[in-house]
């Protein structure tokens, strides 16, 4: 059984140990977070893997957040491997953000190897954490695949500003003991599960299975899943991402009655293969953060054309030239003017 301990640094010699680190709110935890553990544990060597239950994080919202203690619970309910350590640190830190918890861990058990584990979704909007960099300097990472994001994490700004500092999934056991920067991306681990999916079959009194086949193993690395709906629409966050980034000629094509592929297209530029796929990547994570789910996205690799499917929105992102060529516009038999091109018209579509 898994430890409760939120004085963990006396509860033990950690000197030489290697110890991942997964932190989230576990909001509620599941059977995803203790198989991405327990590969974490085996591919990894690690010593023991601690969750870290924080108290709030920053960048969510507080609705539908359970108290600390039920949290707690939760997650010890789960870790059923006696290498979890359950621990609230955070709050006995008083530590807010995770560049703030790892400075004090780090300064409080130096001779400690300390690998923070995460999912790719999180690595693709990791820029947008507080003093990322620093955070990257701080421990090693390994980053754990999910459906959808494999893409969008490997040409993250973060995957970019480290690409030299890569290794190879085979020298994976030898990464807690690295000088930091370091990472590896660890791809056969694809399970969808997350908290925010189980919050929500919970409140539609749906069933919640959290056996996983024990080949399928993923996590929702809680400090960044989805909050429930925002009161933005679908399409007024697709179109807001892709303004913030400026993408350039965006428009929206209204598929109802046209197609069962879903319910809107939007097409918008890039000016560049780099900008295409920012602006991608950013709004997929900007879905997800609005309760949008995960978006599918393809093409970013070459990032010529990205396509991301968002259920009931199909959003293509060209460079101007292949735009051109594909002329999505007129297979659909729009009739465009530069008026079509404002805010409040693609919103009416």
Sequence with gaps: MAKSDPNIFPAGDWRGKKIGLLGGSFNPAHGAHLELTLAALDKLQLDAVWWLVSPQNPLKSRDDMADLQDRMESATAVATDSRIYVTNLENDLKTCYTAETLARMTSLLPDAHFVWLMGADNLAQFSAWKDWKKIAETVVFAIFDRPGYSEAALASEAAEVFRDCEIPVRLAADLATRTPPAWTFIR?????????????????????????????????????????????TLLEVIITSLEDD???????????????????????????????????????????????????????????????????????????????FYNLEKMWNMEISPDDFTPDKMLSR
Excluded: C
């Excluded at 925010?196 to 929702?220: A, C, G, H, Y």
């Excluded at 094509?253 to 796929?277: W, Y």
């Excluded at 609005?290 to 990032?303: A, H, V």
């Design 188 to 232: 056969e681990i694809k399970n969808p599960l997350s908290s925010t999916e189980i919050r929500r079959k919970n409140f539609n009194n749906q069933e919640v299975k959290n056996k996983l086949p024990s080949n399928n193993i993923s996590e929702d690395d809680v400090s960044s899943s989805a909050e429930p709906h925002s009161s933005k």
């Design 246 to 324: 400026k993408a350039e000629e965006i428009i929206s094509i209204d598929l109802k009655g046209k197609t069962s592929i879903a319910d809107s297209m939007v097409i918008a530029s890039g000016r560049s293969t780099r900008q295409v796929a920012a602006i991608a990547t950013h709004l997929v994570t900007n879905l997800k953060k609005s309760g949008y789910g995960n978006s599918t996205i393809e093409g970013l690799e070459k990032s010529d054309w990205v396509l991301i499917d968002a259920g009931d929105a199909i959003i293509h992102i060209f460079r101007p030239e292949v735009r051109s």
